[in-house]
């Protein structure tokens, strides 16, 4: 969302205009602030209510362009391009914002490219899954499933599982045997599965179960709560900017 001049009281043009120069870096020092202060805060409490436990990651994924006297407009976004891992804010949130279909992760990527599991579908955690702390599959079980499942280099993944006596060995220490079904078989539903061996027997069971892609529906209120936060921040620091460059200039 942008932040500018217009988003609030209605004399405030006037006021930037009595004090020239200073008046339009008292209101950019306020449009700037209100962002950070206001509106990050604002949307990061937002992200709280609007998703199950978010990761630090999506609770830091707003970015802040400051306001300049020149360009009287903060603004307050989803970040495009992490320094680090990870899928960029604006591709995963974006949906939750406006509605739309999921994006495909690039597990799913890899799965369908391999012929492992339909077009068009998504892959749903089931009991199998292992989950972090944030509710998400941890990623070591994810690497796990696509080496055993020998999908090839891709989408952040690599398999390590070639049919050799040390991938066996890999497979054995891990425990478990991964399998995926693309449709439904032996009177299992479509998905990736784990088999563990017991003394006496083995058990299956689901680790993701295949559905087809659903539309999401708009839950992360970013512009409505951005814009409040706004409204409401901007005239009393605009205030306190504004008498800031009043007391500078009568010191001169």
Same mark, same amino acid.
């Given at each position: 969302?942008? *932040?500018?001049?217009?988003?609030?009281?209605?004399?405030?043009?006037?006021?930037?205009?009595? *004090?020239?120069?200073?008046?339009?870096?008292?209101? #950019?020092?306020?449009?700037?602030?209100? /962002?950070?202060?206001?509106?990050?805060?604002?949307?990061?409490?937002?992200?709280?209510?609007?998703?199950?436990?978010?990761?630090?990651?999506?609770?830091?994924?707003?970015?802040?362009?400051?306001?300049?006297?020149?360009?009287?407009? #903060?603004?307050?976004?989803? &970040?495009?391009? %992490?320094?680090?891992?990870?899928?960029?804010?604006?591709?995963?949130?974006? %949906?939750?914002?406006?509605?739309?279909?999921?994006?495909?992760?690039?597990?799913?990527?890899?799965?369908?490219?391999?012929?492992?599991? +339909?077009?068009?579908?998504?892959?749903? +955690? =089931?009991?199998? #899954?292992?989950?972090?702390?944030?509710?998400?599959? &941890?990623?070591?079980?994810?690497?796990?499933?696509?080496?055993? *499942?020998?999908?090839?280099? @891709?989408?952040?993944?690599? $398999?390590? =599982?070639?049919? $050799?006596?040390?991938?066996?060995?890999?497979?054995?220490?891990?425990?478990?045997?991964?399998?995926?079904?693309?449709?439904?078989?032996?009177?299992? =539903?479509? @998905?990736?599965?784990? &088999?563990?061996?017991?003394?006496?027997?083995?058990?299956?069971? %689901?680790?993701?179960?295949?559905?087809?892609?659903?539309?999401?529906? %708009?839950?992360?209120?970013?512009?409505?709560?951005?814009?409040?936060?706004?409204?409401?921040?901007?005239?009393?620091?605009?205030?306190?900017?504004?008498?800031? =460059?009043?007391? /500078?200039?009568? *010191?001169?």
């Amino acid at each position: 969302m942008r *932040l500018n001049v217009s988003t609030n009281a209605a004399d405030v043009a006037r006021r930037i205009s009595e *004090l020239g120069n200073k008046g339009r870096t008292a209101a #950019a020092r306020a449009l700037t602030a209100t /962002a950070k202060q206001d509106v990050q805060p604002a949307i990061k409490q937002e992200m709280r209510r609007a998703f199950d436990r978010p990761t630090d990651y999506t609770l830091n994924a707003t970015f802040l362009k400051a306001a300049t006297r020149d360009t009287l407009e #903060a603004r307050v976004w989803l &970040k495009d391009n %992490p320094s680090g891992k990870g899928t960029p804010a604006d591709r995963y949130l974006a %949906p939750d914002i406006f509605g739309g279909d999921r994006r495909q992760k690039g597990m799913e990527k890899a799965l369908q490219a391999a012929r492992l599991m +339909p077009p068009g579908y998504i892959a749903v +955690p =089931a009991a199998g #899954a292992q989950l972090d702390g944030n509710g998400n599959v &941890k990623r070591s079980q994810i690497v796990q499933i696509l080496s055993q *499942l020998r999908v090839q280099r @891709g989408s952040g993944y690599e $398999s390590r =599982a070639s049919g $050799s006596a040390r991938s066996r060995r890999t497979v054995a220490r891990q425990g478990v045997t991964y399998f995926a079904l693309p449709r439904p078989a032996r009177g299992l =539903a479509a @998905g990736v599965y784990l &088999k563990r061996k017991f003394a006496h027997g083995s058990a299956v069971r %689901p680790v993701f179960l295949f559905a087809p892609r659903a539309g999401y529906r %708009p839950i992360f209120k970013f512009f409505e709560v951005g814009e409040q936060a706004a409204r409401s921040g901007f005239p009393a620091r605009f205030e306190v900017e504004i008498a800031r =460059a009043v007391d /500078a200039a009568r *010191l001169r």
